[in-house]
């Protein structure tokens, strides 16, 4: 089994920075796509950054030039870097792995999802 274990999730003033960080474990092969999503109350979960095994990266445009989203291999690590935070950024913020697996016959690929960290951000 995979397990996604975020942290790094506050409360924090407008304006101020968070770093979250994500850490995969179990039985791991390698990891394609790494990312967080964000969901608030009532909304649909909404992709914040993705970050390729080969360091391609990808962001949505509300936190272009703000967020900043790296990975350690190694590690099987994914890291956000948020600056400038604004009020509405507020928000459970989910770390999500498409991960590949050897079941002993061959080579699997599964998608799994971080419990979520809580982000505030005080006006």
């Known amino acids: 089994q995979v397990q996604l274990v975020e942290s790094g999730g506050g409360l924090v003033q407008a304006g101020g920075s968070l770093r979250l960080s994500c850490a995969a474990s179990?039985?791991?092969?390698?990891?394609?796509?790494m990312g967080w999503y964000r969901q608030t109350p009532g909304k649909q979960r909404e992709l914040v950054a993705v970050t390729t095994s080969g360091g391609n990266t990808n962001y949505a445009d509300s936190v272009k030039g703000r967020f900043t989203i790296s990975r350690d291999n190694a590690m099987n690590t994914v890291y956000l870097q948020m600056n400038s935070l604004k009020p509405e950024d507020t928000a459970v913020y989910y770390c999500?792995?498409?991960?590949?697996?050897?079941?002993?016959?061959?080579?699997?690929?599964?998608?799994?999802w971080g419990q979520g960290t809580q982000v505030t951000v005080s006006s």
């Open positions: 999500n792995a498409d991960v590949r697996r050897w079941n002993g016959y061959r080579v699997t690929t599964s998608d799994y």
């Open positions: 179990g039985s791991i092969f390698s990891i394609n796509d």
